[in-house]
């Protein structure tokens, strides 16, 4: 990728952030955006379709990494450094995690596409259709994880790291059709 574009959408991610740290998603604008990265707001249309595909594209690593937890194959390290960001990252981690159609949509498109890689998505794999499972584990998890940050007795990372894997393990493994009671 181009030096320039890298560096006027990395601008466009971190002006999101800093923005979502005092601001609600839906009272950012794309002009506010633009601004606190320096950029015009042809530049930001030039990257983004809107703020939502701004939203989405900044929060794929998250979310690709909690979308892991449904085939239990995130390393635990990763994911308590992950929490540890969001602790970090305070109320700009709360705000993307309460924009929650877009962050849930693309954390379940990711979800889904694991189901797929796995063949789980073929009838008769899976209790419920795997889109379906795909939105309740992302719902699932972004609940998990927002009621964890804004706890008064949080939790360490590494132990809530322990128990949401568990967690959303235990739901992949319920929905197996004709797995269920079975010891799996």
């Avoid at 979310?63 to 990252?89: C, N, R, Y």
């Avoid at 706890?151 to 568990?166: G, I, Q, V």
């Amino acid at each position: 990728m181009d030096q320039r574009v890298d560096r006027s959408r990395t601008a466009l991610k971190q002006a999101l952030f800093k923005l979502l740290r005092t601001r609600t998603y839906t009272s950012v604008t794309v002009e506010e955006i633009a601004q606190c990265a320096g950029v015009s707001r042809s530049t930001f249309y030039v990257h983004f379709k809107d703020k939502d595909a701004l939203l989405s594209e900044s929060a794929s690593k998250m979310t690709g990494l909690m979308s892991q937890l449904a085939l239990e194959i995130v390393p635990e390290e990763s994911l308590i450094m992950a929490l540890d960001h969001f602790i970090w990252a305070g109320d700009a981690a709360l705000a993307l995690m309460t924009s929650e159609a877009i962050i849930a949509a693309t954390l379940a498109s990711q979800i889904h596409s694991h189901l797929r890689a796995r063949g789980l998505h073929r009838q008769g794999r899976l209790l419920v259709p795997s889109p379906v499972l795909s939105a309740m584990l992302a719902d699932a998890i972004l609940a998990g994880v927002r009621m964890w940050m804004t706890s008064s007795k949080r939790l360490k990372p590494a132990d809530f790291a322990n128990a949401l894997a568990r967690q959303v393990g235990g739901m992949v493994k319920a929905s197996f059709a004709g797995m269920v009671n079975q010891g799996e």
